[in-house]
């Protein structure tokens, strides 16, 4: 199979693929993140990187079975600036441009839950109604996603009921632990709408913050929220983790 993978990020999609026991001829990855493009690289040193995806043209990929892609987000999502398209999640037109360009056999569009009428204009452009999935199904956290695709016979996942305890590191390095000062600022910063994972109960710790009585029933979480750039240092849906007698951020 050749695929052509768009805001490809670290070629998670090459990932899925081999776990799915699909065979992969040549993966071809647009991303312009330098990062990202190191990580894709140093895992699948055969990836062919291609860059932008603005400076793509659908002439130049011959017999592409597949193109992927989670085209930015950051406009469409609760958590961004809900501009839609007019922000960077508009770069979802290129992802339409190089389908009806290339014109592969199938393709599979990702992006967050959002507003019906940005959602009703993907739909259109892509001939194809949204499957909404959410990854709690097969990982420890909740993580609600729509996609777009024209593969036939998709199905909703197998609960496999892992939790985010199953998955935690047991040993993580000692910068990951917080300070008194790391305690103080999410105490500060938590608000109304902070969530606390504690895995050990541990009375001594916890009385340090001072949760809003709302985020008491969210002690003891199973799912991990969906996480933030600002993970552990307080603010919105984060999680902290309380354990062995110290509080760390994830990991």
Not at 224 to 242: K, Q
Request: charged share 25%; with cysteine.
């Amino acid at each position: 199979m050749n695929v052509l993978s768009l805001f490809d990020g670290i070629s998670c999609g090459r990932v899925a693929l081999e776990r799915a026991g699909i065979k992969v001829d040549k993966y071809y990855a647009s991303e312009i993140d330098k990062y990202a493009i190191s990580i894709s690289q140093k895992n699948y040193p055969d990836i062919i990187q291609v860059g932008s995806v603005i400076d793509l043209k659908g002439q130049d990929f011959k017999e592409i079975d597949l193109i992927i892609g989670g085209s930015p987000c950051q406009s469409f999502s609760n958590a961004g600036n809900r501009q839609g398209f007019d922000g960077k999640s508009g770069l979802f037109y290129e992802f339409v441009r190089l389908v009806k360009e290339v014109k592969p056999k199938y393709f599979l569009l990702e992006n967050v839950k959002m507003k019906q009428e940005w959602q009703d204009v993907i739909s259109e452009e892509m001939g194809v109604k949204p499957i909404e999935i959410n990854s709690n199904l097969v990982s420890g956290q909740n993580r609600e996603r729509l996609y777009w695709t024209n593969i036939p016979n998709i199905e909703q996942p197998e609960d496999k009921n892992i939790s985010i305890t199953d998955i935690l590191q047991d040993s993580v390095d000692e910068k990951y632990y917080l300070t008194e000062s790391n305690i103080k600022t999410i105490n500060r910063n938590f608000g109304s709408k902070g969530k606390v994972l504690v895995l050990d109960e541990n009375t001594s710790l916890i009385e340090k913050m001072t949760f809003p009585s709302r985020i008491k029933q969210h002690l003891n979480i199973v799912k991990c929220p969906t996480l933030v750039a600002a993970m552990g240092m307080g603010g919105g849906n984060v999680p902290v983790i309380v354990k062995k007698d110290k509080m760390r951020k994830l990991t």
